[in-house]
């Protein structure tokens, strides 16, 4: 494996590091299936198969309806053509001319012809049917995913195994679309299968019994080989999940100068390569078990195959069945057995998609529990008062609390300024305000209503917020501000938000101006500048118009010009909103009525700009710092 850029490749600097090795533990680290049995395993496909039909009546019940009668008209013609096709044998084989024995046997022909055409009429309307139902249903499944991924509580995210569980029932989104395909298969299988078992039990009973002993080595292969498949699987979610987040950041236009001027190409193509080489090795590795698998089922299938054909034989040369009747047991070996086996493959087939599926509903239950479930409180339009009470939030897996034992009242008019270190709880502080995070103890109160208690959406349908990391949405300028959520049916309002960050001749130099599409990389789209999507977030949260209004490093990206123009507009809007501004600049905190200086999760000090400059604390040396960099 070769490293083209030029500082790994110098045998005096060190290697480039491999991508770390990811290993899970808890109840999310184990495969469900490590320990499950075949007959525990097999018993899903009912289960399965009930889950299929309801998801496919729930988006297309006419589709169902015709796959349903397809297969049934199927399998009654495959019965319909085993039948007569003994007829017919019975009249080719038996005395008289061949002309009397042709006209014996072909009403018997006629009906086999008829059958099979609408037999073969019946499978392209079960095509149609499956054509019609999975693309909803894949449409359905990826819709519910993401709704559940943006509905859980913001907690849920750093859960052990949330993001593995989530890329596990991404595969299972993309299996959908084999779904109801292994399933119409299946059913199709098994319809025809027992037609053709009926026949082939008339001609004598013990043809039957030795044709499911022929194809049942075979469907316990396919299970297996289906089990080895999915604990492969499940070993490579991790890297795979890792994977595809370092591939969307490598490749994303946005990072390409960084990845280009820090010389870090050579770098992520050898990470890739090695991360996928592991997940290569894990899948070869599990190839010599499938191949003893299915060596071992095709070998003691064949055996038993070949029982079939010597006993069919016997009873043919000793008497004990008729010529025509043989004759006919030989095309009912061949249909039965085709039956069967499709009958085994697609079982398996469908026990396989299964596994996966499960991944994916278990996940959307899990982030069912997790949706917030708070309240039906709801928060007045206006909102006078927020008040922080003895409020403490640790993160999952952490030892020590973000934030620890916080008091603090915000009222309407006024300005906030939280500033602190890094890692000191400023964002945290501002996600427990929001409601974005809930209080493990204490209290967050709006005009008196806790947040716990609290209906969501009445909560953040009051809020503004910008971001440190905002989002630059692949969306229309306009959407980009108004957000999807759109205050009147003119743009009046969108021309007011965007003077009031100074964007206006920006946007009206864009080739469509607010119907401009922000996504370099689509056709047609083009790309601001760091400093202008800044300034572009910050006029989504004043479009919104709300009582709380949250600005997290709102001009770090800005130049004097555009900063001065975006605090004077914020202390002009103060009056009616509270404010809550994070920085780092903390000259900016003059704009502020009130400041809270941050310091391991507690509220170090406090007060106006004028006395925390003079009080020597926390506040006063963070500033001295500032001004001697």
């Not at 496919?56 to 007569?84: E, I, K, Y």
């Not at 082939?200 to 049942?216: D, G, K, Y």
């Not at 604990?231 to 990072?255: I, K, P, Q």
Request: glycine share 8%.
């Amino acid at each position: 494996m070769t490293v083209t850029d030029a500082s790994t490749a110098d045998p005096k600097t060190p290697p480039p590091p491999p991508p770390a090795t990811i290993s899970f533990e808890g109840k999310y680290g184990k495969n469900p299936l490590a320990e499950a049995s075949f007959t525990a395993m097999c018993r899903r496909l009912p289960s399965v198969l009930g889950h299929t039909a309801r998801m496919a009546w729930a988006v297309d019940r006419p589709g169902v309806v015709l796959l349903l009668v397809c297969q049934l008209l199927t399998g009654a013609m495959a019965a319909v053509v085993l039948a007569f096709t003994a007829q017919a044998m019975t009249h080719l084989l038996g005395t008289g001319t061949v002309p009397e024995r042709l006209h014996g046997a072909l009403p018997a022909l006629a009906v086999v012809t008829a059958a099979a055409g609408l037999g073969r009429i019946g499978s392209a309307l079960s095509s149609y049917a499956d054509g019609r139902i999975t693309p909803l249903l894949m449409t359905g499944t990826d819709i519910a995913l993401v709704a559940a991924v943006c509905r859980v509580e913001a907690s849920a995210y750093g859960e052990d195994g949330f993001a593995d569980r989530q890329e596990a029932a991404e595969v299972g989104v993309t299996r959908t679309r084999y779904m109801v395909q292994d399933s119409q298969r299946f059913m199709a299988a098994l319809i025809r299968m027992i037609a053709a078992s009926g026949v082939i039990t008339v001609l004598h009973w013990t043809m039957l019994p030795l044709l499911l002993l022929a194809v049942l080595p075979a469907g316990i292969g396919a299970v297996l080989s289906a089990r080895v498949d999915y604990e492969t699987h499940y070993l490579n979610v991790g890297d795979r999940n890792v994977r595809s987040m370092m591939r969307w950041w490598a490749t994303y236009a946005r990072y390409g100068d960084e990845v280009r001027a820090n010389g870090m190409t050579g770098y992520l193509i050898y990470w890739y390569r090695a991360l996928s080489d592991r997940i290569d090795r894990r899948t070869l590795a599990a190839a010599p078990r499938t191949l003893r698998i299915v060596l071992a089922t095709s070998a003691l299938g064949g055996v038993f195959l070949l029982g079939t054909w010597a006993a069919l034989a016997w009873l043919a040369a000793t008497g004990r069945v008729a010529l025509p009747v043989a004759a006919t047991a030989v095309v009912a070996v061949q249909t039965t057995l085709a039956a069967l086996s499709q009958f085994i493959i697609h079982g398996a087939a469908l026990f396989h998609t299964s596994l996966y599926l499960a991944d994916m509903r278990s996940f959307l239950d899990m982030a069912r529990e997790r949706a917030p479930k708070r309240g039906r409180s709801v928060i007045p339009e206006r909102v006078e008062e927020i008040r922080l009470d003895e409020v403490v939030y640790r993160y999952p897996g952490k030892d020590e609390p973000a934030v620890d034992g916080v008091s603090l009242t915000l009222r309407r008019g006024e300005i906030l300024a939280v500033v602190g270190e890094n890692g000191s709880g400023k964002s945290t502080l501002v996600k427990l305000i929001t409601g974005i995070l809930l209080a493990d103890k204490g209290r967050v109160l709006w005009d008196g209503v806790d947040l716990a208690h609290a209906d969501p959406d009445s909560v953040w349908r009051r809020t503004a917020l910008v971001p440190q990391n905002f989002a630059c949405w692949p969306l229309r300028v306009r959407e980009n501000i108004t957000l999807g959520q759109p205050r009147t049916y003119d743009d009046a309002p969108v021309w007011e938000a965007v003077d009031a960050v100074g964007m206006r001749e920006a946007v009206e130099n864009l080739p469509k101006q607010l119907d401009t599409l922000l996504a370099r990389e689509l056709w047609g789209g083009v790309e601001l500048s760091g400093g202008q999507w800044q300034r572009l977030a910050c006029a989504r949260a004043l479009y919104r118009q709300t009582p709380l209004l949250i600005l997290d490093e709102p001009t770090s990206q800005m130049d004097p010009r555009g900063e001065h123009q975006i605090f004077g507009r914020i202390k002009a809007i103060a009056g009616e909103r509270i404010t809550i501004i994070i920085t780092h600049r903390l000259e900016n905190t003059k704009v502020a009525d009130h400041i809270v200086v941050m310091d391991q999760g507690r509220i170090a000090e406090q007060g106006r700009y004028e006395d925390l400059v003079h009080a020597g604390g926390v506040f006063a040396d963070l500033l001295r710092l500032s001004r001697e960099r």
